[in-house]
């Protein structure tokens, strides 16, 4: 007999990993802007202005990764297992990426600094590059496989207790070999971008760096819209990964993803809110310079990567699924933590609306007022 409760934790938990997600992938214009530091700024004054913009938020993006990591693992451990342990090779470069960003920000305006600042702003730029690409191409794996077995009967296995197996050398790299998974990747870049831009609009006065934002606002915003839509109309064509509500067992579905969207209204409904939302936002800031594009977008971002997410976990759907045994595949039914950690978990998760405020709250009294060359001069004790 199914356990109602526990199904409803499940799916709440679902919810708040891909409202996590979501939120990660907004506050991924740092990565973006930092990939954006040397086109916008041409002089080392104009640069520093730049970083100083990206360098107030950058402790946003990585605390939510952090948080989504630890709330993906507390509440679906195998996913943890399998994943970051498997696909280690993936995960390890996307750790390193992080860590040369700390660093740089951390030593870039450091004194006695040996390496120079633009050992430290080339740092910032692999953040932006790898940090954007790989996390878009891993989740990629989550609509297209990765190639891993599961044999829970093997905890039992005094010598070698290993549930999760990866089946190539590769260690989750082979994902880069799907180009549907590097459309993803290079999306969530070139988004990155163009949420970077409108943050630099909405975060700086500067009369050169401006328009120059403008400039690559436009150009970034159809390389975004290319990738973006190649992953999304494969994805509504492609085979998915079903799941059997009454034995569990999986198998491929034609139009899988797009049934879903059909299926769950609610979720197509916010997916055509948030492309609309990112697609206002970059328009109202190319007509209007001033304006406060970062906020559609951005709540345009949250929405669409909500809607996948929810998507590749909902309606009997296996949101990792396996191309070397598809039976191996984890759903969100088969991969979660107990009952009792769930609902223990529900119960701290209650905290999260406070904790959201105090985020908001930091934001608006960081960015009271716009960023110029001048502020930067009169206050040396807090410059990246």
């Known amino acids: 007999m199914n356990d109602s409760t526990y199904i409803l934790l499940q799916h709440y938990w679902w919810i708040l990993v891909s ?9 991924m214009f740092v990565q973006g802007g930092q ?14 202005i730049l970083v100083n913009a990206l360098g107030r938020k950058w402790e946003f993006t990585f605390t939510t990764l952090v948080t989504f990591g630890g709330a993906f693992f507390a509440s679906f451990p195998l996913f943890y297992s399998t994943s970051f342990g498997g696909a280690y090779w993936v995960w390890m470069a996307i750790l390193f990426a992080f860590v040369l960003q700390a660093v740089a920000y951390e030593y870039r305006t450091r004194p006695n600094n040996m390496l120079g600042k633009g050992t430290f702003e080339a740092f910032l730029f692999i953040n ?8 878009g191409t891993a989740v990629g794996t989550f609509f297209n496989g990765a190639e891993f077995t599961v044999n829970k009967a093997n905890i039992a296995d005094l010598a070698n207790p290993v549930i999760s197996q990866w089946q190539t050398k590769a260690y989750g790299l082979e994902a880069v070999l799907t180009f549907h998974n590097v459309a993803l990747g290079l999306a969530v870049f070139f988004l990155s971008r163009v949420l970077a831009n409108l943050y630099f609009i909405n975060a700086i006065d500067d009369d050169e760096i401006i328009p120059k934002a403008l400039k690559s606002l436009k150009v970034n915003a159809v ?7 190649y992953f999304a109309v494969v994805l509504l064509v492609k085979e998915g ?11 491929m579905e034609k139009y899988k993803y797009l049934h879903n969207f059909l299926q769950m209204p609610v979720v197509l409904l916010l997916f055509l809110l948030g492309v609309v939302g990112v697609l206002f936002g970059i328009f109202i800031n190319l007509k209007n310079a001033n304006s406060k594009g970062i906020w559609y977008a951005g709540a345009g971002t949250v929405l669409t990567v909500l809607a996948l997410f929810l998507v590749a976990g909902f309606n009997n759907t296996a949101y990792y699924p396996s191309n070397f045994d598809l039976q191996s595949s984890l759903t969100i039914f088969n991969s979660s933590s107990s ?12 905290m999260l609306p406070f904790v959201i405020a105090y985020i908001w709250y930091a934001w608006k009294a960081i960015n009271n007022k716009k ?7 009169d206050d040396d004790m807090h410059v990246y």
């Open 339 to 350: 009952k009792f950690t769930l609902t223990v978990m529900s119960i701290v998760s209650i």
């Open 35 to 48: 990939t954006l530091i040397y086109s916008l700024g041409k002089t080392e004054n104009k640069r520093k």
């Open 128 to 135: 932006g590059l790898l940090g954007t690409v790989l996390i």
């Open 19 to 27: 409202l996590l997600a979501a939120v990660l992938v907004f506050l």
């Open 241 to 251: 990964f079903a799941v059997n509500p009454e034995t569990g067992e999986v198998f």
């Open 223 to 229: 390389l975004f819209l290319v990738f973006f839509l």
């Open 371 to 377: 960023i110029t060359e001048k502020e930067l001069e």
